[in-house]
């Protein structure tokens, strides 16, 4: 059978990798535990992480430098279409998921292919930034699962917070102001790599609709228990309040602590 060729990064890629980690030195406090497990070195895995803030980008790409992990990020056709930064997300090898359009069933094949190239692929299953008012993970969208079940790629979960203390959710709406606090603070940003793929053997059984929707309460689950030890002192309320962020139950997960 034909195998698809290794994907090797681009320079500028693995340039701006670095960058980000400049980027947030000023800004933060970086805390980065573990890595990516020493069975899916080498291999195709999907990273399927939280998303807490419009700074999460930078901080995942500054952790995973510092993890030795080159990411492929799964992001909104949005940041395609923008000037520059859309050229550079297509020449880095990005995938692009053109959500609420004809073509988002694009991005599927487009990770798939992506993993077969033995790359790591970075998605956000909540699909935006949570508006849990708790700021735990939400229920999660089914694409993460999907590209399991299309390309038998393991999911490691990873974990982030305090990056709403750097941008808090309105950002860039004064974005001055919030990075002057940030550099004037640099407060604690943490960034956690599961110690184990998580194990979708009990979504093996029914529809492939239901096998994937199951998946992704495992997977929110995974992501949930590794963003625990993280913010052990404000299980209930956040410390640092985003008071620009809007909350929305409607996609509140049931949670086991």
Request: charged share 20%.
């Amino acid at each position: 059978m034909e195998t698809s060729p290794v994907w090797r990064a681009p320079r500028l890629w693995l340039a701006l990798l670095v960058v980000a980690r400049i980027l947030v030195f000023p800004l933060a406090r970086l805390r980065v535990s573990g890595g990516l497990p020493a069975q899916l070195r080498g291999g195709p895995v999907i990273l399927a992480t939280n998303h807490v803030s419009p700074f999460d980008p930078v901080i995942i790409m500054a952790a995973c430098h510092r993890a030795g992990i080159v990411p492929r990020f799964m992001a909104t056709g949005g940041v395609f279409r923008a000037p520059v930064v859309g050229s550079i997300m297509r020449h880095c090898g990005h995938i692009r998921v053109d959500r609420n359009t004809t073509h988002v069933a694009d991005a599927l094949p487009a990770a798939a292919k992506a993993l077969a190239e033995n790359s790591a692929v970075l998605v956000y299953p909540e699909g935006r930034i949570g508006l849990d008012p708790w700021m735990w993970p939400e229920r999660g969208k089914t694409g993460a699962a999907r590209m399991a079940q299309m390309s038998g790629a393991p999911i490691l979960p990873v974990a982030q917070w305090g990056t709403h203390a750097v941008l808090p959710w309105e950002a860039p709406k004064r974005i001055g102001r919030a990075l002057l606090r940030s550099l004037l603070t640099r407060p604690v940003v943490q960034v956690a790599f599961g110690d184990r793929p998580v194990d979708l053997t009990p979504a093996q059984v029914g529809t492939p609709g239901a096998q994937a929707m199951h998946a992704t309460r495992l997977i929110m689950d995974a992501i949930d228990e590794t963003l625990t030890p993280l913010r052990l002192d404000e299980m209930q309320t956040p410390k640092v309040i985003d008071s620009s962020r809007p909350h929305d139950l409607s996609r509140v997960r049931p949670r086991n602590h």
